[in-house]
């Protein structure tokens, strides 16, 4: 049996094997790198058999695609793995039988270190490593391969790394976006320019970081419980074992948002109190949450939940919808010679998707944060949600309800590009491949 190995391909196999890093594999490094990636390719087909019958069909690789959160019919999955695995032509069905067994995908894949079947269909994971300051997406998904490696908590690890950044950098408008939610009105119009004066001259440049430290704080917790949450619920909801459809994946993410909320909530009070607070109001956030006890009891830390647990609802939904909307009509009009869309596609899709799901739950939103502010605001009443919705309509009218959106808008793109630059950072770090 002969091999021809392209010199891209020869490439990638000396710096996948290369261990002292001197641009050349001898015999153990070689040897070392084909068992590895034996084992990997053998996940691989495992995870793709689905009836462990030795034997790779084109049904089992679609529902592996569709598994994978990719949902295509049955004539664009041909034209795309026609293009990119070959898996019904002479370079791997040698037998002409229309199924791969392993020996056909070793053979094959060995020396092809960097194309699987869930490798570049993992391009279009509608991943929550785009962070624009609100975490209730639905949850990153993980195949069997990078669950068995270790792979997800790194990915995890990356995704919030990537999401204290851009959160830190992007601080300045999350605090002019609350300061005007809850401050602006008709009567008390509030600009751009005119809030970040206001804000500089009561409490100087640091000021506009305020409430930034918990906010960056529960990204880790919140992100743990969500994750573990979401593959608890995944089980339960399921029609059938190992699969999950789209609105089974919809429900599951929605419940799993609801779950980490809950647990997290009292660090969403202290945040939004802490973005508001004065010079010397407190000195940090166990003085916040010390304060809040003992002025206003237990039940302040989840003022504001019932609107925040149903926001996510609208949020989750239209960005998953959305986002397989755009991926669907991509892969339909333009999947012609590559599988992978490209940075760009994938940062506007996600962005785009995740800006319409902001767009429908921001009036929930604007209600959480005024009912989690309420305490602290002088001359505040203490409203219920309906009473405090009404108030909003009668007196600002409909777009009321969508104070502080300029600002909200302005951090997206910032927001998207310095997560996505980290998050790539910290994968090359955590040597998670690509």
Same mark, same amino acid.
């Not at 009891?297 to 647990?309: D, L, M, R, S, T």
């Not at 960005?319 to 869309?341: G, H, I, M, Q």
């Given at each position: 049996?002969?091999?021809?190995?392209?010199?891209?391909?020869?490439?990638?196999?000396?710096?996948?094997?290369?261990?002292?890093?001197?641009?050349?594999?001898?015999?153990?490094?070689?040897?070392?790198?084909?068992?590895?990636?034996?084992?990997?390719?053998?996940?691989?087909?495992?995870?793709?058999?689905?009836?462990?019958?030795?034997?790779?069909?084109?049904?089992?690789?679609?529902?592996?695609?569709?598994?994978?959160?990719?949902?295509?019919?049955?004539?664009?999955?041909?034209?795309?793995?026609?293009?990119?695995?070959?898996?019904?032509?002479?370079?791997?069905?040698?037998?002409?039988?229309?199924?791969?067994?392993?020996?056909?995908?070793?053979?094959?894949?060995?020396?092809?270190?960097?194309?699987?079947?869930?490798?570049?269909?993992?391009?279009?994971?509608?991943?929550?490593?785009?962070?624009?300051?609100?975490?209730?997406?639905?949850?990153?998904?993980?195949?069997?391969?990078?669950?068995?490696?270790?792979?997800?908590?790194?990915?995890?690890?990356?995704?919030?790394?990537?999401?204290?950044?851009?959160?830190?950098?992007?601080?300045?408008?999350?605090?002019?976006?609350?300061?005007?939610?809850?401050?602006?009105?008709?009567?008390?119009?509030?600009?751009?320019?005119?809030?970040?004066?206001?804000?500089?001259?009561?409490?100087?440049?640091?000021?506009?970081?305020?409430?930034?430290?918990?906010?960056?704080?529960?990204?880790?917790?919140?992100?743990?419980?969500?994750?573990?949450?979401?593959?608890?619920?995944?089980?339960?909801?399921?029609?059938?074992?190992?699969?999950?459809?789209?609105?089974?994946?919809?429900?599951?993410?929605?419940?799993?948002?609801?779950?980490?909320?809950?647990?997290?909530?009292?660090?969403?009070?202290?945040?939004?109190?802490?973005?508001?607070?004065?010079?010397?109001?407190?000195?940090? @956030?166990?003085?916040?949450? /010390? $304060? &809040? =006890?003992?002025? !206003? +009891?237990?039940?302040?830390? *989840?003022? %504001?939940?019932?609107? #925040?647990?149903?926001?996510?609802?609208?949020?989750?939904?239209?960005?998953?919808?959305?986002?397989?909307?755009?991926?669907?009509?991509?892969?339909?009009?333009?999947?012609?010679?590559?599988?992978?869309?490209?940075?760009?596609?994938?940062?506007?899709?996600?962005?785009?998707?995740?800006?319409?799901?902001?767009?429908?739950?921001?009036?929930?939103?604007?209600?959480?944060?005024?009912?989690?502010?309420?305490?602290?605001?002088?001359?505040?009443?203490?409203?219920? @949600?309906?009473?405090?919705? /009404? $108030? &909003? =309509?009668?007196? !600002? +009218?409909?777009?009321?309800? *969508?104070? %502080?959106?300029?600002? #909200?808008?302005?951090?997206?793109?910032?927001?998207?590009?310095?997560?996505?630059?980290?998050?790539?950072?910290?994968?090359?770090?955590?040597?998670?491949?690509?």
């Amino acid at each position: 049996m002969g091999f021809k190995i392209g010199k891209g391909v020869a490439q990638k196999i000396v710096s996948s094997g290369d261990q002292d890093k001197d641009d050349k594999l001898d015999f153990s490094e070689f040897s070392k790198y084909l068992k590895e990636h034996e084992k990997k390719l053998q996940l691989t087909f495992k995870s793709l058999d689905k009836n462990n019958d030795g034997r790779i069909d084109f049904m089992e690789i679609k529902q592996s695609l569709a598994d994978l959160g990719v949902e295509v019919t049955k004539e664009d999955a041909k034209k795309i793995l026609k293009r990119y695995f070959c898996l019904f032509y002479s370079c791997i069905d040698v037998d002409g039988t229309m199924t791969v067994d392993w020996n056909e995908w070793r053979e094959h894949f060995l020396f092809n270190p960097a194309t699987n079947l869930q490798e570049i269909i993992r391009y279009w994971k509608h991943s929550t490593v785009l962070d624009i300051g609100d975490s209730l997406t639905i949850p990153d998904e993980f195949t069997e391969d990078e669950k068995t490696t270790g792979l997800w908590w790194k990915q995890l690890a990356a995704g919030a790394m990537a999401g204290a950044v851009s959160r830190t950098g992007t601080a300045p408008l999350d605090r002019m976006k609350v300061f005007m939610q809850v401050h602006a009105s008709k009567s008390n119009q509030i600009s751009l320019v005119g809030g970040f004066k206001q804000m500089l001259k009561e409490g100087g440049v640091t000021s506009l970081w305020r409430g930034n430290g918990v906010n960056v704080l529960k990204i880790a917790p919140e992100t743990a419980i969500k994750f573990m949450a979401y593959e608890q619920y995944k089980k339960l909801l399921s029609t059938e074992p190992g699969k999950i459809k789209t609105h089974e994946r919809f429900m599951a993410g929605s419940l799993a948002g609801a779950t980490a909320q809950t647990a997290i909530y009292p660090m969403e009070v202290m945040k939004t109190r802490l973005t508001l607070r004065k010079t010397g109001q407190y000195s940090g @956030m166990f003085d916040c949450a /010390k $304060k &809040i =006890l003992k002025n !206003e +009891g237990v039940k302040a830390f *989840y003022k %504001g939940y019932v609107p #925040n647990i149903l926001g996510i609802i609208p949020y989750a939904g239209i960005d998953l919808a959305v986002y397989e909307s755009l991926k669907n009509f991509w892969l339909s009009r333009y999947a012609k010679d590559t599988a992978n869309p490209g940075v760009l596609v994938l940062l506007g899709c996600g962005t785009i998707s995740s800006t319409c799901g902001q767009l429908a739950s921001y009036p929930l939103a604007l209600i959480r944060t005024r009912m989690q502010a309420q305490a602290s605001v002088e001359g505040s009443e203490q409203l219920p @949600m309906s009473r405090m919705v /009404k $108030k &909003i =309509l009668e007196k !600002e +009218g409909f777009f009321g309800l *969508y104070r %502080g959106i300029l600002p #909200n808008f302005m951090k997206v793109i910032p927001a998207v590009s310095i997560s996505y630059v980290v998050y790539e950072y910290m994968r090359s770090g955590l040597g998670i491949q690509k």
